[in-house]
């Protein structure tokens, strides 16, 4: 039996506003495709990769890939879907009868510590069949709906956005990050049950835990690390570099702590 490391890079990273999609930008000189690539084959507990690309773009992803020394694992590349989404359920479509475990992780979060991948694999491993890893949220979180009506001129401000419709107890948040492990078996119906739901693009889910919670069924939470913070606009980049020279967090032997 098998674990399969799905490590979506299909986005175009338009928050982060460069030239190339947000999974060839560089830090430190290398992709951010292949910095993640590298922690997950380094975690000595995947056996082989499906990334999925920008369409049309595969050969390029392949290339960056099969250049570079530590991806140490076979690579497969499949063209992304127009969600996160649809680009997991192209890569799933690819696993074979032998992943019993599938990993899904973004190249958005290039630096997250071989140590996370493998706690998250031996959690699925003792039979949790959907794992996330989490880490407690710092800000107090509310949420919100559409504006009141605007008061009357020259009462109060003049552009109320959204009104606070409540306030989450903040001790039982966790703010979700990747890799998120799977039984196999239990993302596919997961995926089979969430695209037949979304129809629409704007409805696909945006983490692949929330497509097994919809089916009623168990995600247990494992230590996050801040390491895997996810790139999403330029300031993220900065503290990206920071990871990027930090030896402790790259892949270390199996079973070592980073
Ligand atoms: N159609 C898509 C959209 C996103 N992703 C991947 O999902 C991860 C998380 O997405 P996000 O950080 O939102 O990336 P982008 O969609 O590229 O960013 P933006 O929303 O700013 O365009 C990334 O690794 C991204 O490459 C994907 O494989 N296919
Ligand atoms: C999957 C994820 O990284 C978990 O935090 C996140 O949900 C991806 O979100 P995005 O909408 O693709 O930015």
Not at 87 to 102: C, E, R
Not at 189 to 210: K, P, V
């Amino acid at each position: 039996m098998t674990t399969l490391a799905i490590l979506t890079a299909a986005g175009s990273g338009t928050r982060l506003g460069r030239d190339v999609p947000k999974a060839l930008v560089e830090v430190d000189g290398l992709p951010l495709v292949v910095h993640a690539a590298r922690r997950l084959a380094g975690s000595g507990v995947v056996d082989a990769l499906v990334v999925t690309s920008p369409p049309g773009m595969a050969g390029l992803v392949a290339g960056v890939l099969a250049d570079d020394p530590l991806v140490g694992v076979p690579v497969r590349v499949v063209d992304g879907g127009a969600t996160r989404q649809a680009s997991v359920a192209a890569a799933l479509a690819v696993a074979g009868p032998d992943d019993d475990v599938v990993l899904v992780h973004d190249a958005a979060r290039p630096f997250a510590p071989a140590a996370l991948v493998r706690r998250v694999v031996a959690a699925v491993r003792a039979g949790h069949r959907a794992v996330v890893p989490g880490v407690p949220v710092v800000d107090t979180i509310k949420s919100v709906s559409a504006a009141l009506p605007a008061p009357a001129a020259g009462h109060g401000p003049a552009s109320a956005v959204e009104t606070v419709t409540g306030t989450p107890e903040r001790a039982v948040l966790r703010a979700v990050q990747t890799p998120q492990g799977f039984d196999r078996a239990l993302l596919a119906r997961a995926h089979a049950e969430g695209a037949a739901r979304a129809g629409a693009d704007h409805l696909a889910a945006t983490d692949d835990a929330g497509l097994v919670e919809a089916l009623g069924e168990p995600v247990v939470v494992v230590p996050g690390d801040e390491a895997a913070l996810k790139i999403t606009t330029e300031r993220d980049m900065h503290l990206a570099a920071l990871y990027a020279g930090d030896a402790h967090h790259a892949a270390v032997a199996p079973g070592g702590e980073r």
